[in-house]
């Protein structure tokens, strides 16, 4: 017998490195206080690729995102996201850690009064330092906040307050902030829990583009299914803080899903 023979070349540092997962979590426990909340959660995102975490209410999506920039406790586990090992962080990454991770919500989380491009610039105040926020920011900034936003279709919008846009654009600004932060992975917490169905899928179209078009990987959490089947290209299902499904979303179909949630097939609340 011979071993069988690979004639696949030999990647190169650089191969390697694009193909190194830039969320990498293994067997990881989170407690606030007294019980766990998560146990025993893998998770990987790769580059190129958009990752839905997807579960019911109260299973753990926010409490897994929080946990990978340092804001949920950590019990056991191993988790690296973007190069830095979130469970043994030296003084000074965790700032840098979370400069490295742009974040979206799903109340946007905007400056309501403030212009959609100051909004956009400051994803860039982890860079510039405390600075005036409306005379502060210089041209190469400015004209980098006016790509993203570009980018994410609403460049006709910049001077415009933010609380005038509607919900889909406005998150359309938070990406867009996101962005400016040069970010190496995107976290989006329900980012389209607040839009109707078709500003959702845009939305999420838009995420899912930019991971693999500009290289930025997004996990996101989503409580509804067909979303995440229709456009991430992994799932990985929480159910009671543990995982239950984790495949690609080609490989899955509803049926498969419906342990993640309650007997009517709805999202269920397990407080
Ligand atoms: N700050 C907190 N302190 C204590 N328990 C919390 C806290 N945040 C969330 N939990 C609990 O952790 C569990 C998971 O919540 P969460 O991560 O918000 O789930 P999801 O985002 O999937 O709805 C729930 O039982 C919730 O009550
Ligand atoms: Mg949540």
Do not use: W
């Not at 293994?26 to 990987?44: I, M």
């Not at 006016?146 to 980018?151: A, G, W």
């Not at 600004?173 to 839009?195: G, K, T």
């Amino acid at each position: 017998m011979t071993a069988p023979v690979s004639t696949d070349a030999v990647p190169t540092t650089g191969q390697l490195r694009q193909a190194l997962p830039l969320v990498s979590v293994r067997n990881l426990e989170v407690a606030y206080t007294g019980e766990p909340v998560l146990a025993g959660v893998d998770l990987d995102v790769r580059p190129g690729e958009m990752v839905a975490l997807l579960g019911a209410s109260g299973s753990g999506k926010s409490t897994l995102m929080r946990s990978l920039t340092g804001f949920a406790p950590i019990t056991a586990g191993t988790a690296r996201v973007a190069g830095y090992d979130v469970t043994n962080l030296r003084r000074g990454d965790l700032r840098k850690l979370r400069s490295d991770v742009g974040q979206v919500f799903q109340q946007f989380n905007l400056i309501p009064r403030l212009s959609v491009l100051t909004n956009v610039l400051t994803g860039a105040l982890h860079e510039a330092g405390p600075i005036n926020l409306t005379g502060g920011f210089g041209s190469r900034h400015r004209r980098q906040a006016m790509e993203y936003l570009d980018r994410v279709g609403i460049a006709h919008k910049a001077k415009d307050p933010a609380r005038s846009l509607s919900g889909g654009q406005q998150q359309r600004v938070a990406i867009a902030r996101a962005l400016m932060q040069q970010p190496r992975v995107i976290f989006a917490d329900e980012p389209v829990a607040s839009l109707d169905p078709k500003l959702a899928g845009s939305v999420l179209e838009l995420l899912r583009e930019i991971a693999r078009e500009d290289g930025i990987p997004v996990l996101v959490s989503l409580h509804v299914l067909p979303l995440a089947l229709r456009h991430c290209d992994r799932i990985v299902g929480l159910r009671h803080g543990r995982v239950l499904v984790s495949a690609p979303a080609a490989q899955l179909d509803a049926q498969q899903l419906s342990v993640l949630y309650d007997e009517e097939g709805q999202p269920g609340d397990h407080h």
